[in-house]
């Protein structure tokens, strides 16, 4: 591969490889293994808890949660932070050019793999759910039965989630 072919000033690499644009988002550069290891290294609460809780965890709980027709953006909901990182609410309220690049991959990943984007109200509620739960098992310490994932474990989950919407899809 030649990086320097690929490698723009707006771009990261991947873990596979890839040179991913923020500016230009080519959906070919977007790869559901770099989503699933990114998330599983990113931790949620801008990584302020006693113990670590990745995103790709967050991820496959809102896959559980989702109907079955929502199942695919449940567990993609917040793969443009593979990319762009997870950003606490608050700040990234105060940053509408993040917002309108985030909301422009998120755009372009639903294209990608096939699901409805602006996401329907079930993944909005979900995830405000999520929050709240995983707030309550993390910091308040009130949901015994939660278990955190190391990386390895949320990757390996999200992936399998994937593989079971991709089975669905195909039967």
């Not at 559980?64 to 309220?93: I, Q």
């Not at 329907?120 to 759910?129: A, L, M, W």
Request: charged content about 25%; overall charge negative.
């Amino acid at each position: 591969m030649d990086w320097k072919k690929e490698f723009t000033p707006n771009s990261i690499r991947t873990n596979s490889g890839k040179y991913f644009d923020l500016l230009i988002m080519d959906p070919d550069t977007i790869d559901i293994q770099d989503i699933a290891h990114g998330l599983s290294f990113m931790p949620r609460f801008g990584g302020q808890l006693d113990e670590f809780l990745s995103v790709a965890q967050h991820s496959v709980y809102a896959y559980m949660m989702a109907a079955p027709e929502n199942k695919l953006a449940a567990l993609l909901h917040d793969a443009s932070e593979a990319y762009m990182l997870d950003m606490p609410s608050p700040f990234k309220k105060l940053l509408p050019d993040y917002q309108a690049v985030e909301k422009r991959l998120s755009g372009v990943i639903a294209e990608k793999f096939g699901f409805q984007f602006p996401y329907v109200d079930q993944i909005k509620k979900i995830d405000s759910e999520l929050l709240s739960l995983e707030w309550r098992a993390m910091v308040m310490k009130v949901e015994p039965d939660y278990k955190v994932w190391d990386s390895a474990e949320a990757k390996r989950r999200f992936l399998e989630a994937y593989a079971e919407c991709l089975e669905v899809t195909e039967s």
